[in-house]
């Protein structure tokens, strides 16, 4: 069995208020990125490897994250950025070609960090069932720093398809 956890930056700076790779987060997205770590700790949501985005907002809510899983393996792939749902699909089908064969086998668990609307449509488009509750807040708005922790019923990324992800969980800080 294999575990994609799908994490949207936190809450960023305004579009415009600077080139858009280099937004940083705001107070409340940090405080929502730690949010998130601490949830990733307290449920013992630990992933092997974390595919991140370059932009400044997914670094750090990531850098967050390892604040409170601290040994995770993470890889920056830029094209992460712009990549849209069935690229990031792909990406994660191709996880060996990513992140080097032995590294793909051993991730059992993986965190892709990135942005919207990507990360709305990748989990909308994997998830084919799992908690009724979790799948319908998911079908609505995925706030920043919102978690879709999705299980799949197989053993090699490459087997990744759409509609085969059991939903474990959404979540969304409170903050």
């Known amino acids: 069995m294999l ?60 850098a967050a994250v390892q604040t409170a899983v601290p040994d995770v393996a993470a890889l920056t792939i830029p094209a992460l ?4 749902a069935d ?17 793909a086998r051993q991730a059992r668990c993986v965190m892709l960090v990135g942005h919207n609307p990507a990360c709305t449509e990748l989990a909308q488009k994997l998830v084919g069932f799992g908690d009724r509750y979790a799948f319908a807040r998911l079908r609505g708005e995925f706030p920043p720093a919102g978690l879709a922790v999705m299980d799949f019923d197989v053993g090699e990324w490459s087997q990744l398809a759409s509609g085969t992800g059991r939903l474990d969980r959404f979540w969304v800080p409170v903050s």
């Open 87 to 103: 690229e990031l699909l792909l990406s994660l089908q191709g996880l060996a070609d990513l992140a080097g064969e032995d590294k």
């Open 81 to 84: 950025y712009s990549m849209q």
């Open 3 to 62: 575990r994609l956890m799908v994490l949207r930056h936190a809450t960023a700076v305004p579009h415009g208020s600077m080139p858009d790779p280099e937004r940083i987060l705001t107070g409340q997205g940090l405080a929502e990125a730690e949010e998130a770590a601490r949830y990733c700790a307290d449920e013992m949501l630990m992933p092997d490897l974390a595919l991140v985005s370059p932009a400044a907002r997914t670094q750090q809510t990531f």
